[in-house]
């Protein structure tokens, strides 16, 4: 395949992870993840990569979000900063130490906020009222996010939902904290690695650019139910599926 060919296959994979990303505050990282990693690249490579588009996707989509008035300042803050945080820890630990071994059981922990999520849609469970401990789950969701290459959206996202937050703040919120966690993790990894593979980089950052305003608007018009039943399907077939090949890797 050549190079020319390949970027634009890229392009297309970043348009598409993009408008699932800011519509269901996830999947960018969990799509761009697994093509990248099907190709044989090392996983710290691949975090590597997506994390560099991300800087520019996230970005995007923050202010694509914040312009439609999606993003709670308050809310903002309290994932944004303690993220970096737990960014830069996980970048750091992902270059030295291996990172399947918690994978299982972060898949387990997220199969069960989606069917809590499915709950909630169906009108099976009530909000809970104010949101707690937000930022411990802004640095846990930022270092999963770095060792995992795309765990901020569906820890984060999924919690917050799962614990009664509007979709459509929660969504924008947490698209746009993505922005200050993403460049953290981006800036450890490049001080590590330095950038890599950098027409995979171009073709998922100028995808997801492209595709950042439009989905910023379809969560905004979108009723909240379908929004919950859409990311609790695409959280619940990840995690079986990623718990289904740990348990036949064990096998």
Known sequence: ?????LFWWFVL?????????GALGMAFGLVSSTVLLSMGLPPATVSAA???????T?????ASHLAAGNVDRRLFLRLALPGAAGGILGA?????LPADLVRPLVYLYLLALALLILARAWGRLKPKGELTRVPLLGFVAGALD????????????????????????????????????????????????GLQHLELVLGLLVGGIVAAPLAAVIVKRVRERWVLIGVGVLVGTVSLWQIVRSLIALA
């Open 1 to 5: 395949m050549e190079l020319t060919e």
């Open 13 to 21: 994979v970043g348009l598409s992870a993009q408008l699932v990303d």
């Open 50 to 56: 997506v994390h560099t588009a991300e800087v520019f």
């Open 58 to 62: 996230t970005g995007a989509s923050g």
């Open 92 to 96: 750091w630990a992902l270059t030295r």
């Open 146 to 193: 770095a060792s995992g290459g795309g765990g901020w959206g569906p820890m984060a996202t999924s919690t917050l939902l799962a614990r009664g937050g509007q979709a459509r703040t929660t969504i924008g919120s947490v698209n746009a904290a993505e922005f200050v966690v993403t460049i953290a993790i981006s800036a450890t990894f490049f001080a590590s690695l």
